[in-house]
């Protein structure tokens, strides 16, 4: 184990030692830094911190546990010149995200009803490996979806174009469809409309408590509850795909003699093969924006033929998975300079703080809504980006809980079937594509979200907003 060198109460620091190019910077409160130290997850950001071109720190955010590569809560800035893009850095599951919908409905009027309505949903929304699309595609429309993403549902009935002003890059990254295979398009064709399996899940949840009243009225919430929906997917096989293909291409083209881990495998950003792999990154989170999009007015449509006078907005979609081109501020021999830069955050939330001409207009003077999704039994959390996480993490925070224990632990240990009596329990009803998957996504194999969500508040890098708490819940 490194010697983890305590800053203050929330913060932690790896100094520069061996082939490291920059020092490892960790958010974290005691008893996180204690769960990450059980795995190999500063082992992995010290890895990182070799690569070349990273500017100022490796970073760990408060749900940091071990990844393929990168640490999950991984984020590093690259240099567009001398930097490198690396699979590992954005994960398999491309543009993995969350979605949250504000509604008109409170828990009054849908207690009732909503173990009938997570029914209806489980339905008429393909859930689990491999289940099939909402929509029969062909090869021509998938193109188009790879290029235009979100909009491509929107165009074609899936939703309106407000959706688009909240959700993030609008909905659409630029790619190019030449770039993605024809083994990822033959995946991605009978899976868009889906949820997936693993950590994926819809979630009907209620406003538990409001922390910042203002924001909260801005993002559409209003008070203790008032009914959410959630939607946690990503870019299902195709985006898999996309990253296999490109950590073989990469494989195959480079050496690699002093990577300190072959997960790291990556090409200089501006290379061919480089700028292929981020034109088929982005073509793959189009997917997944699409995809969420059009799960979204799916369950719009169910719920309206639940409650016919329900009204619900979309709040913000984000990423969790993805290498973005932005500028940030650098200090350089003590001058303070702008400069754009690659930052790869695996499984970590972008934070812009107000005023970033990214953010749709309604969302800068606040800052972007970040969203924290739980796991099933346990809360979720919606923050505010700030100006500080511009400062100190290159507007990053936490994507959620974070695992403790593995899938196959977690088999060991759990029955799916007491999984959801306990949760039925508490109150929240469940629909499941399997016990197995109940299982491997126990709320107890995760971190305590409460505590990535305050550390994240009192680090300054996503201030709370609202707490919501699960009532009915779909998963893969």
């Not at 408060?62 to 567009?80: E, K, R, S």
């Not at 949840?205 to 203002?214: L, P, R």
Request: aromatic share 6%; charged share 25%; glycine share 10%.
């Amino acid at each position: 184990m490194p010697e983890i060198k305590k800053i203050n109460e929330y913060e932690w620091r790896i100094e520069k030692q061996g082939a490291m190019n920059v020092p490892v910077i960790i958010y974290a409160s005691e008893k996180l830094l204690e769960k990450m130290k059980q795995d190999d997850t500063f082992k992995q950001a010290m890895n990182v911190a070799t690569l070349k071109g990273i500017q100022k720190a490796s970073y760990v955010m408060p749900d940091g546990h071990m990844g393929y590569g990168f640490p999950i809560g991984g984020v590093a800035a690259m240099d567009l010149e001398s930097g490198v893009i690396s699979p590992g850095g954005v994960g398999f599951d491309i543009n993995c995200g969350v979605r949250i919908l504000s509604t008109n409905l409170n828990i009054k009027g849908i207690r009732e009803k909503k173990k009938e309505l997570i029914r209806q949903i489980a339905k008429e929304v393909p859930k689990g490996i491999g289940k099939g699309s909402i929509i029969k595609l062909n090869q021509g429309q998938i193109q188009e979806i790879l290029e235009t993403g979100a909009k491509w549902a929107v165009k074609n009935g899936y939703g309106t174009e407000k959706d688009l002003e909240k959700t993030e890059d609008y909905g659409c990254l630029q790619g190019k469809s030449e770039d993605v295979s024809e083994r990822a398009i033959k995946r991605g064709i009978p899976q868009l409309g889906s949820l997936g399996a693993g950590n994926h899940f819809l979630e009907i949840q209620e406003i538990e408590e409001i922390y910042d009243e203002k924001t909260a009225e801005n993002f559409g919430l209003y008070e203790k509850g008032q009914i959410t929906i959630a939607i946690h997917c990503g870019s299902r096989g195709l985006g898999h795909q996309v990253a296999s293909d490109y950590i073989r291409i990469m494989e195959n083209k480079y050496s690699f003699k002093d990577l300190p881990d072959r997960e790291l495998v990556n090409a200089p950003i501006n290379s061919e093969i480089g700028k292929k792999y981020f034109s088929a990154m982005n073509c793959a989170a189009n997917f997944a924006y699409c995809n969420r999009q059009m799960i979204m007015e799916q369950v719009r449509k169910i719920v309206k033929n639940f409650f016919p006078n329900a009204e619900l907005n979309l709040i913000y979609d984000v990423c969790h998975n993805i290498a973005k081109i932005e500028e940030h501020e650098l200090e350089n021999e003590g001058t303070k300079i702008k400069k754009k830069l690659l930052i790869m955050r695996k499984g970590a939330t972008r934070s812009f703080g107000p005023g970033r001409e990214e953010l749709p207009p309604c969302y800068r003077k606040t800052g972007q809504p970040v969203l924290l999704p739980g796991s099933m039994g346990t809360a979720s959390y919606i923050l505010v980006g700030t100006k500080k996480a511009e400062q100190v993490s290159f507007a990053s925070t936490a994507h959620g809980a974070g695992r403790v224990s593995s899938r196959a632990q977690a088999l060991k240990n759990l029955r799916g079937e007491n999984v959801k009596k306990e949760l039925e329990s508490k109150g929240i009803d469940v629909e499941a594509g399997s016990w197995k998957g109940l299982a491997e996504e126990a709320p107890e194999v995760y971190k305590d979200i409460d505590e990535v969500a305050r550390v994240s508040h009192k680090v300054g890098i996503g201030n709370l907003v609202a707490k919501l708490k699960p009532i009915a819940v779909m998963k893969g």
